[in-house]
């Protein structure tokens, strides 16, 4: 599973990764510890009349992560929604709307996963791209109006050969050319369903320090190497 992530994306660089335009700015801050719960910006289309136009504009809103339905009559089910399994995604009741009609992009720079060092230690290490580069998970979003929340959660895929060191799983990194098909409602499910595979791009992977497992820690000595056995 994906519960940690890092995003130091500047509103400008935002503006210029996902396309987006004539939008008023978001007052973002550097984080070093998203957790599940907390608002994230996320990029979707911005709601137009032709809803499979793969050029309609993008925006940015924020969501609260984990996914809470449009059904659900309380906010802490998104915390066992804070995943989507790519296999499963277009099946599953609390997913496969969302699939269909509300896909989305989560802009990151990191995210965290934890290697089981023996039956009791485990090491949190940071996975990033180099240079610690900008990326985008895919994701879906959902909007409960009778709890008035907007919410998302990260698909998650089997992992590359850099992850696979560290977890069974990593996030659904998209590539920039995927992001319009991604988006669009015109593109077919099983295509759509196609892009949800491992990263195929180098990343790279290092030992952080164990206070990242505090979601009430959140600065930038998080994402600073630390020895494996920290």
Not at 73 to 100: Q, W
Not at 122 to 129: G, N
Request: aromatic share 10%; proline share 10%; charged share 30%.
């Amino acid at each position: 599973m994906c519960g940690r992530f890092t995003n130091q994306i500047t509103w400008r660089e935002l503006v210029e990764l996902y396309e987006i335009h004539d939008q008023p700015a978001l007052n973002l801050r550097p984080r070093y510890n998203v957790a599940p719960s907390q608002d994230i910006p996320i990029v979707r289309p911005v709601p137009v009349e032709d809803e499979e136009d793969e050029d309609a504009p993008r925006e940015v809103v924020m969501a609260r992560w984990g996914l809470v339905p449009f059904w659900a009559k309380d906010l802490k089910v998104g915390y066992k929604m804070i995943n989507a399994k790519a296999e499963t995604v277009d099946e599953k009741p609390a997913f496969r709307n969302a699939f269909k009609r509300r896909r989305c992009l989560i802009p990151a720079d990191g995210f965290y996963e934890w290697k089981k060092l023996d039956k009791k230690e485990k090491q949190p290490y940071r996975l990033c791209l180099p240079e610690q580069r900008a990326f985008a998970f895919a994701g879906l979003w959902e909007a409960n109006d009778k709890l008035e929340v907007t919410s998302c959660t990260i698909i998650t895929t089997e992992p590359n050969a850099v992850a696979a060191e560290i977890h069974d799983r990593m996030p659904v990194i998209l590539p920039p050319e995927a992001y319009a098909g991604w988006l669009s409602q015109a593109t077919p499910p099983e295509e759509a369903k196609a892009l949800l595979k491992p990263y195929a791009g180098e990343m790279i992977a290092y030992p952080v320090d164990k206070a990242v497992g505090s979601p009430k820690n959140d600065g930038p000595e998080l994402i600073e190497e630390a020895a494996k056995d920290a």
